[in-house]
């Protein structure tokens, strides 16, 4: 853009005048959630985990360790986790995981959720790590 160009839609913006002139009156806001727990922004969307607290309100964290550590600690009416091939929502309880892969998407050590305990053992099988069911994630927390 040349030099009176700018100063022009510098003037103008000084005038709140700059978004209707340029036809940019539609401005897209790109929100980022960060992880409740860690604090991480949450890059991945296909590790994100969002708890449900009494009340309705939800929190999204950043993979299914921040999610299922803030479950195995507080009151929750429970937890969707992200299946990590699929890219679908799921209950955290009925999820299968995979603690400690060579995939590392958010805190260490990696965690990552799948629909199928098949699909989760052939992830580990490639990548290592732990498969574990919900009870066996918690108890695998409590550790």
Not at 26 to 49: I, S, T
């Amino acid at each position: 853009m040349g030099r009176i160009k700018l100063r022009v839609l510098l003037m103008l913006s000084l005038l709140g005048l700059v978004l209707p002139i340029v036809g940019m009156a539609e401005v897209h806001k790109h929100e980022v959630d960060y992880c409740g727990l860690c604090g991480k922004e949450v890059a991945n969307a296909h590790v994100k985990f969002v708890v449900t607290y009494p009340g309705g309100k939800q929190e999204t964290l950043g993979c299914a360790g921040c999610g299922l550590s803030v479950m195995s600690v507080q009151k929750v009416e429970g937890g969707q986790t992200m299946d990590f091939l699929r890219g679908e929502m799921l209950d955290a309880k009925v999820a299968f995981y995979v603690v400690g892969s060579d995939f590392g998407a958010c805190c260490a050590p990696s965690w990552l959720s799948f629909s199928s305990q098949k699909e989760a053992e052939k992830f580990a099988k490639g990548f290592g790590g732990e498969v574990l069911d919900f009870d066996g994630a918690m108890a695998w927390l409590a550790k």
